[in-house]
């Protein structure tokens, strides 16, 4: 199970990631087109695609797993917060950053999969911690 949930984030990751590096001119074009000042945008434009595809290389190894997992609750923690108040009508206009094909969808889609995904990652880091107990337990027992 562990690695079903692990293979989808890393998918996700790398996808939202490389497309916005790929799509560079229209991603940079969509950051600045959100709510927030242009400075941050300008940095969002960069960092975010950065922390995706470096989140996906946490996933990667065993040994940083936990920290992708737990990046990845905390990236879509963030995603959703802004999601929930774009479809609530909280700002003035309705920016869109999306990654290719989820650019189709609504902003209640958007956060339902945001909501699995957050879902997936917690259960991650629950799987991981557990792994890390058996660990412990066995490296007890021979000791």
Not at 48 to 59: K, N, R, T, Y
């Amino acid at each position: 199970m562990d690695k079903i949930f692990n293979t989808i984030l890393i998918l996700l990751w790398t996808y939202t990631g490389l497309d916005k590096l790929i799509r560079r001119k229209a991603s940079r074009n969509a950051f600045h087109n959100q709510t927030f000042p242009s400075e941050l945008a300008e940095v969002l434009a960069y960092a975010v695609p950065m922390v995706e595809l470096l989140i996906a290389l946490l996933l990667l190894s065993s040994v940083t797993r936990w920290w992708g997992y737990l990046g990845s609750a905390l990236l879509l923690t963030v995603f959703i917060t802004y999601v929930g108040l774009i479809w609530v009508g909280a700002f003035p206009r309705v920016p869109c950053n999306c990654a290719g094909i989820l650019e189709s969808l609504g902003w209640a889609e958007h956060f339902v999969l945001n909501m699995i995904c957050i879902g997936i990652a917690i259960w991650g880091l629950r799987l991981e911690e557990l792994i890390r107990l058996k660990d412990l337990k066995i490296e007890k027992l021979e000791n």
